[in-house]
T-cell receptor, first 112, second 111 residues
Framework: NAGVTQTPKFRVLKTGQSMTLLCAQD?????MYWYRQDPGMGLRLIHY???????AKGEVPDGYNVSRLKKQNFLLGLESAAPSQTSVYFC???????????FGSGTRLTVV | AQSVTQLGSHVSVSEGALVLLRCNYS??????LFWYVQYPNQGLQLLLK??????LVKGINGFEAEFKKSETSFHLTKPSAHMSDAAEYFC?????????FGKGTSLLVTP
């Protein structure tokens, strides 16, 4: 049972490039989330989804887009990467926020 | 809006000493509260959660937390620290379909 899988694990982008981070879960969870983690800032919610075909903005959505075309996948896109988007990105899934999350192992993104 | 504040970004304890990591919450409704642990270069792992069933919650690895409504606190404790407890710890509260996390407390355990 893989849980939550994030790809890629590491990536270096040049300013202005685009990329997509993939999150896949095999627990049949309805809810999926994207967070970014920066030193001293904790985890901040970027976007989340409460079911297939739905998405919602979190605390820091600017510069990111998401899609949830299939229940098991949640994609995070950066259309034009900026150095301020250098961070560690975590995907998580749950049956509902009151139940807690299962996290992926993270994607370390550097924008130069 | 529901939020949590973790007091102390760094805590250092000796091996075998009591671990106390502080978390205060702000919520207009009875909260669902969580503690997560993050080991270096890993994702977050659930330690324990409070869902109003009992005020003293026991989690994995010998950790526990007590919900105190009068103090709006949910502090994490462990009677005896082990070297393997060195990690980052996050408190979180359920809010509008997602979790709001505190900024984290880094626990250092010295021999």
């Amino acid at each position: 049972n893989a849980g939550v899988t994030q790809t890629p694990k590491f990536r270096v982008l040049k300013t202005g490039q685009s990329m997509t981070l993939l999150c896949a879960q095999d627990m049949n969870h309805e809810y999926m989330y994207w967070y970014r983690q920066d030193p001293g800032m904790g985890l901040r919610l970027i976007h989340y989804s409460v079911g297939e075909g739905t998405t919602a903005k979190g605390e820091v959505p600017d510069g990111y887009n998401v899609s949830r075309l299939k229940k098991q996948n949640f994609l995070l896109g950066l259309e034009s990467a900026a150095p301020s988007q250098t961070s560690v990105y975590f995907c998580a899934s749950s049956s509902g926020s009151n139940y807690g999350y299962t996290f992926g192992s993270g994607t370390r993104l550097t924008v130069v | 809006a529901q939020s949590v504040t973790q007091l102390g970004s760094h805590v250092s304890v000796s091996e075998g000493a009591l671990v106390l990591l502080r978390c205060n919450y702000s919520s207009s409704v009875p909260p669902y509260l969580f503690w997560y642990v993050q080991y270096p270069n890993q994702g977050l792992q659930l330690l324990l959660k409070y869902t109003s069933a009992a005020t003293l919650v026991k989690g994995i690895n010998g950790f526990e937390a007590e919900f105190k409504k009068s103090e709006t606190s949910f502090h994490l404790t462990k009677p005896s620290a082990h070297m393997s407890d060195a990690a980052e710890y996050f408190c979180a509260v359920s809010a509008s379909g997602a979790l709001n996390f505190g900024k984290g407390t880094s626990l250092l355990v010295t021999p």
